[in-house]
């Protein structure tokens, strides 16, 4: 599966020769501070994932590291213990932090939602080994911002442009910082954002160790892999570019785009966590979303150009399982680690495969089984022949949509009705004029 994207990421040069590290079957062999052995213990966290393997001895030795590494993988505590264990032993060893709003480390995320998901990781590794991460995110108040920076502190959680911001004001001290880390970096989708990245590189000290981490190899991740992280290890998990094992995968036939019944068919059967499903527009969105409401369902929605609020509202309902249906764009598939997530339905699938195996890594995520199903009209059988990797043709997919005498499909007339409501009569439809 997936052997045709792993001959194109092979093609790149920053990608030859990745790092493989063999062993560290336990967190105790990599040497962190009991304080972290405590709390790794305490949240029944005992054996590395690949991706913390192969890059958590090179950050423990000062080297500066790319990773490429599949969601749902542990790249968070990949970079956080080490730099809670750096920056703790620095404490130990007779220098803390003294000057006010002058972090030791600094992490930059794409957006605050997953800056608050990050926040949530080192907060729990903080309690025991009692280091400070303060956060200035894009989508907070500039007060909030600097009031969060005011003081001493170690970690510096920020978005690049709000950095920039702090720093043009001078408010923020970068010379004392020991490392640097992009997470999530494919998702940095701004156009200055290389530029900010630069800025940033330049205003930390020279040659403190830089880590990048990304799902996928985005072209802003290209450039900065090979200007920023020139000198870089390299290291690529062997399940990158690749939906992981324990996730089932179901392609549902679309005849005649009536998407509809087989998605109510599917949201009618109970699955232990919530589901997300995506389209590809917000308009979609709110179709997909007004249908299911009117027809008696409940959702919510988490899509862009909605109140800041009411998403972060809406999100907690899907996090506590008030809710059950999350319906998003592509704003929920890169970077949220929503535990509970048992299915993904692509009620409209997109056209990118990066963007596909973003969604589907919203379940099935640290080796928890989970579900991506797929609504599939003719117009996706381009990447439907790339997921499914059996070496055919969009061309050959076609079969799908035809009947044993090779005529097109096409729904029954009885079924062509308008659907039922919950509990109530059919919808009367609207005669044309």
């Given at each position: 599966?997936?052997?045709?994207?792993?001959?194109?990421?092979?093609?790149?040069?920053?990608?030859?020769?990745?790092?493989?590290?063999?062993g560290?079957?336990?967190?105790?062999?990599?040497?962190?501070?009991?304080?972290?052995?405590?709390?790794?213990?305490?949240?029944?966290?005992?054996?590395?994932?690949?991706?913390?393997?192969?890059?958590?001895p090179?950050?423990?030795?000062?080297?500066?590291v790319?990773?490429?590494s599949e969601?749902?993988?542990?790249?968070?505590?990949?970079?956080?213990?080490?730099?809670?264990?750096?920056?703790?032993?620095?404490?130990e060893?007779?220098?803390?932090?003294?000057?006010?709003?002058?972090?030791?480390?600094?992490?930059?995320?794409?957006?605050?939602?997953?800056?608050?998901?990050?926040?949530?990781?080192?907060?729990?590794?903080?309690?025991?080994?009692?280091?400070?991460?303060?956060?200035?995110?894009?989508?907070?108040?500039?007060?909030?911002?600097?009031?969060?920076?005011?003081?001493?502190?170690?970690?510096?959680?920020?978005?690049?442009?709000?950095?920039?911001?702090?720093?043009?004001?001078?408010?923020?001290?970068?010379?004392?910082?020991?490392?640097?880390?992009?997470?999530?970096?494919?998702q940095?989708?701004?156009?200055?954002f290389?530029?900010?990245?630069?800025?940033?590189?330049?205003?930390?000290?020279?040659?403190?160790?830089?880590?990048?981490?990304?799902?996928?190899?985005?072209?802003?991740?290209?450039?900065?892999?090979?200007?920023l992280?020139?000198?870089?290890?390299?290291?690529?998990?062997?399940?990158?570019?690749?939906?992981?094992?324990?996730?089932?995968?179901?392609?549902?036939?679309?005849?005649?785009?009536?998407?509809?019944?087989?998605?109510?068919?599917?949201?009618?059967?109970?699955?232990?966590?919530?589901?997300?499903v995506?389209?590809?527009?917000?308009?979609?969105?709110?179709?997909?979303?007004?249908?299911?409401?009117?027809?008696?369902?409940?959702?919510?929605?988490y899509?862009?150009?909605?109140?800041?609020?009411?998403?972060?509202?809406?999100?907690k309902?899907?996090?506590?399982?008030?809710?059950?249906?999350?319906?998003?764009?592509?704003?929920?598939?890169?970077?949220?680690?929503?535990?509970?997530?048992?299915?993904?339905?692509?009620y409209?699938?997109?056209?990118?495969?990066?963007?596909?195996?973003?969604?589907?890594?919203?379940?099935?995520?640290?080796?928890r089984?989970?579900?991506?199903?797929?609504?599939?009209?003719?117009?996706?059988l381009?990447?439907?022949?790339?997921?499914?990797?059996?070496?055919?043709?969009?061309?050959?997919l076609?079969?799908?949509?035809?009947?044993?005498?090779?005529?097109?499909?096409?729904?029954?007339k009885?079924?062509?009705?308008?659907?039922?409501?919950?509990?109530?009569?059919?919808?009367?439809?609207?005669?044309?004029?």
């Amino acid at each position: 599966m997936f052997e045709i994207i792993a001959r194109e990421i092979k093609k790149h040069a920053f990608l030859r020769n990745p790092v493989y590290i063999a062993g560290m079957n336990n967190f105790t062999e990599f040497g962190f501070l009991p304080s972290l052995l405590k709390t790794l213990k305490a949240q029944r966290i005992f054996t590395p994932t690949e991706i913390q393997r192969m890059a958590i001895p090179l950050l423990m030795s000062g080297q500066s590291v790319v990773g490429v590494s599949e969601t749902g993988s542990g790249k968070t505590l990949t970079y956080a213990l080490p730099l809670l264990h750096m920056l703790k032993k620095l404490e130990e060893d007779g220098e803390p932090v003294k000057a006010e709003a002058s972090p030791r480390a600094v992490v930059m995320v794409p957006t605050r939602d997953l800056g608050e998901q990050v926040a949530k990781v080192f907060k729990t590794f903080t309690h025991d080994t009692r280091l400070r991460v303060r956060p200035a995110l894009g989508g907070m108040s500039m007060e909030q911002a600097v009031r969060n920076i005011s003081g001493s502190f170690e970690i510096l959680l920020a978005t690049p442009g709000r950095l920039i911001q702090l720093l043009d004001k001078e408010l923020i001290d970068l010379s004392d910082v020991r490392a640097l880390v992009f997470d999530e970096a494919d998702q940095m989708l701004d156009k200055g954002f290389l530029t900010d990245s630069n800025y940033i590189v330049d205003v930390c000290p020279q040659d403190i160790p830089l880590a990048l981490f990304s799902a996928t190899v985005s072209k802003n991740v290209e450039e900065m892999m090979n200007s920023l992280f020139a000198k870089a290890e390299v290291i690529r998990s062997r399940g990158s570019g690749k939906v992981v094992k324990s996730l089932t995968t179901k392609n549902e036939t679309v005849i005649d785009g009536l998407r509809w019944p087989i998605f109510e068919k599917l949201i009618k059967k109970k699955v232990e966590g919530g589901t997300i499903v995506f389209a590809n527009t917000r308009e979609q969105c709110d179709k997909i979303a007004k249908e299911i409401n009117d027809k008696g369902y409940k959702c919510v929605l988490y899509r862009g150009e909605m109140d800041k609020n009411e998403r972060r509202t809406n999100l907690k309902k899907f996090r506590n399982g008030e809710v059950d249906l999350l319906i998003s764009t592509d704003l929920a598939a890169r970077g949220l680690d929503l535990e509970h997530v048992g299915r993904v339905i692509n009620y409209h699938l997109p056209q990118q495969l990066d963007n596909y195996l973003h969604r589907a890594g919203r379940t099935a995520r640290a080796g928890r089984e989970g579900m991506v199903i797929n609504l599939v009209t003719e117009r996706d059988l381009p990447l439907i022949a790339k997921i499914e990797g059996k070496g055919e043709t969009a061309k050959e997919l076609k079969s799908r949509f035809k009947d044993k005498d090779g005529k097109r499909l096409h729904v029954k007339k009885e079924d062509r009705k308008p659907p039922r409501a919950v509990g109530g009569k059919p919808k009367k439809v609207a005669k044309k004029k």
